[in-house]
């Protein structure tokens, strides 16, 4: 495939986050995930998020879905939120988009402002919370309670890059919220246990 870079359409960068995905962040083998079940499978999704082309991908396709929403926040849990969140933000800026990020972090600091929340949300605002690897939706949840209760946001949409179809979409959706993944284990070849 070509490189990527500003000329290249939605579509055809969709279809390079696919490749990478399934190229670099795909593992076989016994795995404990964050919501503390076990796995054959796991989504290395640092080495895409952590990487330019990746990222870039990632931050593109995003701003298209989530175009027309009127957002004015990206973020998530820390810290798997962090660089997705920061390169819709920065891109958006490219695309004549002003969306900031913000990052929810696990437990209230106990320093400085002793929030949550970090970053510039102001009290009301529309945001999407970003997953890297979505499991269980827990840790949306947990992200979506923290800018409702601590910012009065309004979440208008949970976005994840992968959704590993382990119940986290139907949680997401039972607490009354949108859900989009951009994909499925299985469009990157997992056999679903």
Known sequence: MEAVGPASDVA??????RDLLVERAIRYGHFVLASGQTSSYYVDKTQITLMGEGLYCLGRIILDQIEGMEVQAVGGMTIGADP????VSALGIAH??????FIVRKERKERGTQQRVEGPLPQGARVVVLEDVITTGGSAIDAIKAVEEERDAEVVQV???VDRLQGG???IVEA?????????VEDLGVKVE
Do not use: K, W
Request: charged share 20%; proline share 0%.
């Open 169 to 171: 979409r139907e949680a």
């Open 12 to 17: 055809s960068l969709r279809l390079r986050l």
């Open 84 to 87: 997705i969140a920061g390169a």
């Open 159 to 161: 976005l994840s890059m």
């Open 176 to 184: 009354g919220y949108d859900f989009t993944a951009l994909f499925t």
């Open 96 to 101: 004549g988009q002003h969306i900031d990020a």
